[in-house]
């Protein structure tokens, strides 16, 4: 099983930009797919974007295209959220996630493991 833990949320600005953190442990990743979702209280979880760690291909919600991009660093087992342009409806607990499906999926009920979550809180 692998071990996700999140970090990097804050308070900022709208406008403003945050770096969040997804450390995987336990194994080295190799053909898993990794995903970013968020959740507010009485809503759904909802997909962000995710990367295939095989290649580092990715893909982005429409909601946050060219505002957050995802990336990897394969040495440290790591999964970014670089968040720019930040808008008050970015307000949610962001948590990453692990899959072995075949495709990179958008399903929250696809992936395996969850980390603890991060808040991300974005004021006018």
């Known amino acids: 099983q692998v071990q996700l833990v999140e970090s990097g949320g804050g308070w900022v600005q709208a406008g403003g930009s945050l770096r969040l953190s997804c450390v995987a442990s336990g194994r080295t990743l190799s053909s898993e797919h990794l995903a970013w979702f968020r959740q507010v209280p009485g809503k759904e979880r909802e997909f962000v974007g995710g990367?295939?760690?095989?290649?580092?291909?990715?893909v982005h919600a429409n909601f946050v295209k060219d505002r957050f991009t995802i990336s990897r660093d394969n040495v440290k087992n790591t999964m970014y959220l670089q968040m720019n342009s930040l808008k008050p409806e970015d307000t949610a607990v962001y948590y990453c996630a692990v899959s072995r499906t075949l495709a990179l999926l958008t399903a929250a009920g696809m992936y395996d493991s969850w980390g603890q979550g991060t808040q991300v809180t974005v004021s006018s």
């Open positions: 990367i295939r760690w095989s290649d580092g291909g990715t």
